[in-house]
């Protein structure tokens, strides 16, 4: 009664519409930054912001005064009025935000391109900053008695956290495409691999074995403790410009080929049970657009980082970006096929939002960054295109980097 | 904090039927009420047909279990006590696209962790069934059919 065929078409990931994207190519990330990670930093969220811009436009080479663009995610504490008198900026000509948490983050970057591609400014920069280690922050926990909106019908039978929300998913996952915690500790122990080599990362230091994995304690049956990401405070920031003043800077431009974003028919925020079939999200639709406007199909990418928020993400994203079928995420992960060097994908490669650190996602963008740049510490010889996804399980976005 | 289960804004002009239909024993379902498509969660207008008509719809209150999760703490305090508890989200017999998130119990006033592990499973058929109100709300269960 309900099919999603009633509200759209949907169309083969990979599909070409032969569709133009006039910011193709049309600029370019030119400067990274960021703050130590940790838990219980003392400096507040827009402190935090402001460092890590300071820090990316000095990567860039740029003085404060060159900035006229800023893209932040909806959440951000610290708002555009603030972060422009902490940094000095100018006139600022273009500012905007993007909503859903988690799901933002290649879609702070894609706006700031559009706007410096339409010439709506010059240079833009698009941050993340957030103290989530402490434990008053958790959004989950604030709630008020009488719930309202879509959470009103999850809350109060007891899905309270966004771990309850997606072990749903997980669940159900499990079920139609017979994968199984082997599975997903194969995600979590390639992304503990990689941030065992990346000095910045939380989990430097701690190794991760399978052992461990299968006798860690539940969280949200069927998610262990190893199946989240961390919980991390930090902040990260990129600097976005056009061709003309991408060049000639520190490091190499990394150009943003392609960026889409993707709210598919029928999606509920988190607790996505309500559409003909959940287990096909944002990533299937965000997929569509983002290759349609791409020179490149999922063969060409040699390298990936797919948000990691929880480790079931990371199949369901593979087969929604079209890495692989449908239901064939889970066996795509097997044979180390995400772990650098040998494996057919490496994936969050400085560890990702469950060994290096969970910013939302953005330090997801930054090591695409360094991927193209060559300054990864699990370093893909020859890539030449990255993949970045945002949040699955909301409404999201993706980028395509290429050098 | 006080120890207490979360509830509903069973206030919202959109959803209030819903509510009131739980409160006599009833599970209803919001339709349009021009082209009669069925819709949930509720909201103003049918996506079809972008009709503002809407009716409510008993239903059979049978269905079977499309997923389920066994949260284990940190929870909220009052969630913390019953841990681990089972939480499904239920198909509706009539349309398997008609879900409802709801606690699986051996019986209306059982406890929300009174299903054993190992007696639940993806598939499994249930009825909704009522327990006695929470400061006027009832929250729809789900027991084995």
């Not at chain 1, 000095?88 to 500012?95: C, E, N």
């Not at chain 1, 989240?228 to 060049?247: H, K, P």
């Not at chain 1, 469950?354 to 996602?361: F, L, N, T």
């Not at chain 2, 198909?91 to 051996?106: C, H, Y």
Request: with cysteine; aromatic share 8%.
């Amino acid at each position: 009664m309900m099919g999603d065929s009633a509200f759209g078409p949907r169309l083969r990931t990979g599909m070409k519409t032969g569709m133009a994207s006039g910011i193709r190519d049309q600029t370019a990330i030119v400067g990274i930054g960021q703050t130590a990670f940790g838990k219980g930093l003392e400096d507040s969220e827009l402190s935090l912001a402001c460092q890590a811009i300071r820090a990316a436009l000095d990567d860039a080479g740029m003085a404060a005064a060159e900035v006229d663009g800023l893209s932040l995610f909806s959440m951000e504490d610290g708002r555009e009025v603030e972060v422009a008198r902490n940094l000095g900026f100018g006139d600022i000509h273009y500012f905007g935000q993007v909503g859903y948490g988690g799901g933002a983050g290649c879609g702070v970057i894609a706006h700031a391109a559009m706007a410096v591609a339409t010439g709506q400014c010059n240079t833009a920069v698009a941050w993340r900053a957030r103290k989530r280690a402490d434990a008053g922050s958790r959004p989950w926990a604030q709630v008020s008695q009488r719930i309202s909106g879509f959470q009103s019908w999850s809350r109060p039978f007891g899905l309270l956290r966004p771990v309850d929300e997606i072990a749903m998913l997980a669940r159900r996952y499990m079920h139609e495409t017979g994968a199984t915690r082997d599975h997903f500790a194969n995600v979590a122990l390639a992304f503990r691999g990689h941030a065992n080599r990346n000095p910045n990362a939380m989990m430097q230091a701690k190794e991760l074995t399978r052992e461990a994995y299968m006798k860690s304690r539940w969280i949200s049956e069927p998610l262990c403790l190893f199946d989240n990401c961390l919980e991390t405070d930090g902040a990260l920031a990129v600097v976005i410009t056009g061709a003309d003043r991408a060049r000639d800077r520190r490091s190499s431009p990394v150009w943003i080929h392609a960026a889409a974003q993707g709210l598919p028919p029928q999606h509920q925020v988190m607790t996505n049970f309500f559409c003909e079939d959940p287990l096909q999200g944002p990533a299937w639709a965000t997929a569509r657009k983002l290759w349609a406007a791409s020179d490149f199909t999922p063969a060409d990418v040699k390298v990936a980082q797919i948000y990691d928020a929880f480790s079931p993400l990371i199949p369901l994203s593979l087969e929604g970006y079209g890495f692989c079928g449908r239901g064939e995420g889970a066996a795509f992960t097997e044979d180390g096929a995400l772990e650098w060097p040998h494996g057919r994908l490496p994936t969050n490669t400085s560890g990702g939002g469950m060994s290096e650190a969970y910013v939302h996602g953005f330090n997801l963008i930054l090591e695409g960054v360094r991927q193209m740049r060559g300054t990864s510490t699990a370093q893909v010889e020859n890539a030449d295109v990255c993949l970045v996804t945002s949040g699955e399980g909301v409404p999201t976005s993706a980028l395509l980097l290429r050098n | 904090m006080e120890s207490s289960f979360l509830l509903p804004d069973t206030e919202d002009p959109v959803s209030a039927p819903f509510w009131e239909g739980t409160a006599v024993g009833e599970l209803r379902v919001q339709a349009c009420g021009e082209c009669g498509r069925w819709r949930m969660p509720p909201r103003p207008m049918c996506p079809v047909c972008q009709s503002l008509e809407t009716v409510w719809r008993p239903t059979s209150g049978q269905g079977h279990v499309w997923s389920y999760v066994r949260p284990h703490p940190p929870l909220l305090p009052a969630y913390a006590e019953v841990a681990p508890y089972d939480v499904a989200v239920v198909s509706l017999a009539e349309d398997p696209a008609i879900r409802f998130v709801g606690n699986l119990v051996t019986e209306a006033s059982a406890p929300m962790n009174s299903l054993s592990e190992g007696h639940v499973a993806i598939g499994m058929e249930v009825r909704v069934v009522f327990p006695a109100p929470q400061e006027g709300v009832v929250l729809p269960r789900w027991s084995p059919a």
